[in-house]
């Protein structure tokens, strides 16, 4: 782990394009799926959902990594880790909940409805902890977290369209709703299989 | 209540993954090896286990009001275990699963589960229906890992298939292959049980910790219809 004020743009662009494209956390990584199915009926619902989401990731990682490297690490508590993260994102989207309820009441009309959902979504704790294996610096983990979000905005706005579309068509009974919709996502998934390379072309 | 139903309620009629649709990010993400498959599906079902029947024995103790953060103490506290138990030995099967170990906790089966069964019920029904749910997991992952594997790798359990070594799918080993395979099967079950799938579907979302919520997304959305 390099120093905090370590700066390497480049790098840091490079994590964050791979975040959103290349590792999209839900096409390719398989994390927050449960959301990703649940909420991405409508456009409106899909946006509020995502912008929820980078909003608690950024908050999470800004607490879990003082954690991790001020506390677990030089106590040698590193096994508490799942335990610690957990409680630390939980008690937080509840406080952030109560916060923004008091005194930011635009912000909460928008969001506050999905925070509580997030608590159990497994995109934030699985950002938390990537991050610490990763190995990342403070900077690099806020970029990484950012990207994970923006990549979770874009598969879900992406999708919504997607399933816009789909209930016009006529499905046949056994795939009504979650099968053709599973379907239909591994056909997104394969569109950002044209990514894989871009990354490595752009920054070689 | 019928202790061989409850046991095998989890197994076919109430399959978490098939049925009530749960725990579908370590379904799709831990399922392109057959081992892998086990591997997840055992270290669920011991905390599924473990988790249900302490929450059974202490559900008279918790208010009700704090349950939920309760139960994520408990079940981090089991996932804490598993996770260390399975480094020291299964380095292997730790190294496969990676992230997918810890997120055990936010297992919406796992929280199901407590919310659903254990909090209502005796610690040995408990304790019955964990292992059920845990072994229809275990069963609903080995399923999709096998075709995956089978004709994405053209191994079983690391084994070659005969006849299908030059002709592989290497799509199904990859992330859109886990989501039509795992579509495909739900279509099935649809078929199989006439429907019955989608219906058991919102059972699964009242045990959802987010149940509440989600509720209010849908009362929102609701009321912004009938203004509209």
Excluded at chain 1, 86 to 102: F, P, S
Excluded at chain 1, 120 to 147: E, H, K, P, Q
Excluded at chain 2, 53 to 72: E, F, G, Q, T, W
Aim: glycine content about 10%; charged content about 10%.
């Amino acid at each position: 782990m390099e120093s905090l004020l370590h700066f390497d743009f480049k790098g840091l662009v490079i994590i964050l394009m791979s975040a959103v494209l290349v590792n999209n956390y839900v096409l390719q990584r398989f994390l927050g799926i449960c959301s990703f199915l649940g909420v991405s009926k409508k456009l409106d619902q899909a946006t509020g959902m995502s912008l929820a989401v980078i909003f608690v990731m950024l908050l999470a990682t800004a607490v879990t990594w003082p954690i991790q490297y001020y506390l677990l690490e030089p106590y040698g508590l590193g096994y508490m880790q799942t335990v610690l993260f957990i409680l630390v994102i939980a008690a937080l989207v509840q406080l952030v909940e109560i916060v923004i309820k008091k005194y930011i009441p635009a912000l909460y009309s928008a969001l506050g409805v999905y925070l509580p959902l997030i608590t159990t979504n497994c995109a934030v704790l699985a950002v938390a902890i990537l991050n610490v294996d990763s190995r990342y610096d403070f900077l690099a983990s806020m970029v990484n977290s950012l990207g994970s979000g923006l990549g979770y905005f874009l598969a879900m706005v992406l999708f919504s369209g997607v399933r816009a579309r789909m209930e016009d068509g006529e499905t046949p009974a056994a795939f009504q709703d979650l099968p053709i919709t599973l379907i239909a996502a591994s056909i997104v998934s394969i569109a950002f299989f044209g990514f894989a390379g871009v990354i490595d072309k752009l920054f070689a | 209540m019928n202790r061989l139903k409850v046991l095998t309620n989890g197994l076919i009629r109430e399959n978490p993954v098939l049925v009530l649709i749960l725990g579908t990010c370590p379904s799709l993400a831990v399922s392109t090896q057959a081992s892998n498959a086990i591997g997840m599906g055992l270290a669920a079902t011991v905390v599924l286990l473990c988790s249900n029947v302490a929450i059974s024995a202490l559900r008279k103790i918790i208010p009700d009001n704090v349950r939920i953060p309760c139960y994520i103490v408990l079940i981090a506290g089991f996932v804490t275990v598993v996770q260390m138990l399975v480094k020291a030995y299964a380095p292997a099967i730790d190294e496969q699963l990676g992230i997918f170990l810890p997120l055990i906790v936010v297992n919406c089966i796992i929280l199901g589960r407590a919310e659903m069964f254990a909090n209502k019920n005796t610690v040995f029904a408990s304790a019955l229906d964990g292992i059920g749910m845990g072994l229809g997991f275990t069963l609903a992952l080995l399923a999709m890992a096998s075709i995956r594997e089978v004709f994405g790798s053209g191994t079983w359990f690391g084994l070659a298939v005969p006849g299908l070594a030059g002709h592989k799918v290497s799509i199904l080993v990859l992330a859109p292959g886990g989501f039509f395979v795992y579509g495909v099967l739900i279509a099935l079950v649809n078929k199989l049980t006439k429907g019955k799938a989608g219906k058991n579907a919102e059972q699964g979302c009242a045990g959802c910790p987010a149940a509440a919520a989600c509720g209010r997304l849908g009362a929102a959305d609701e009321a912004k219809e009938r203004e509209a």
